[in-house]
């Protein structure tokens, strides 16, 4: 999960190179080879900006149907 902003981050993996999967409702999916850049010790992973492209939605027709009750008017 993203913060706010979009950042996030993982810690305590293993130093070595990751495919990265980014999956949102409506885009198709984008897989992303991140290797690893070692700094001060502490590896670093930069995926950079990621975008997504939009999927359209193939929907299939909808039918509604109610069942209405009768209405029984008497006289008082």
Do not use: C, W
Request: a negative charge; proline letters at 7%; charged letters at 15%.
């Amino acid at each position: 999960m993203s913060n706010d902003n979009g950042s996030f981050e993982f810690t305590g993996l293993p130093v070595k190179a990751y495919l990265l999967q980014v999956a949102s409702v409506g885009y198709h999916n984008k897989t992303i080879v991140l290797p690893v850049f070692p700094t001060s010790g502490k590896p670093l992973i930069d995926a950079g900006n990621i975008s997504l492209a939009a999927a359209p939605a193939g929907l299939n027709e909808v039918v509604v149907t109610a069942v209405r009750q009768i209405i029984k008017q008497e006289v008082d």
